[in-house]
């Protein structure tokens, strides 16, 4: 019969933690074409205006809530100070994208 050794727990622990940092060294990043940037910005553009939907959905239903509250409780006879002043809500409309910059 042959005998298999089996390294000990704590050696293939020092063997992964000196390992780990090669395994995850950053590359340099390629360079970028125009069509690349172009789709960057796009891709930024979208995320903006859905931050932007986002907000106003949330102002929306704040604004939905704080009517329901002071509707509930001016039925219940509670003392309830004015509510602070905002600016309305503000919506950013269907997104649209930006023309393609002319090529020369």
Known sequence: MQKIFVFP??????IACLTAPVAHAKLPAAPQTEEAKAK??????????????????LCK??????????KTAAAAKKD??????????ADPGPFVAAA?????
């Open 9 to 14: 727990a704590a050696v293939l622990c020092a």
């Open 40 to 57: 960057a910005a796009e891709a930024a553009a979208k995320t903006a205006h859905g931050n932007k939907v986002e907000a106003f959905k």
């Open 61 to 70: 239903s704040m604004d939905k809530t704080a009517a329901h509250y002071f």
């Open 80 to 89: 309830v100070k004015p509510a602070a002043a905002t600016p309305p809500c």
């Open 100 to 104: 393609p910059a002319p090529k020369s």
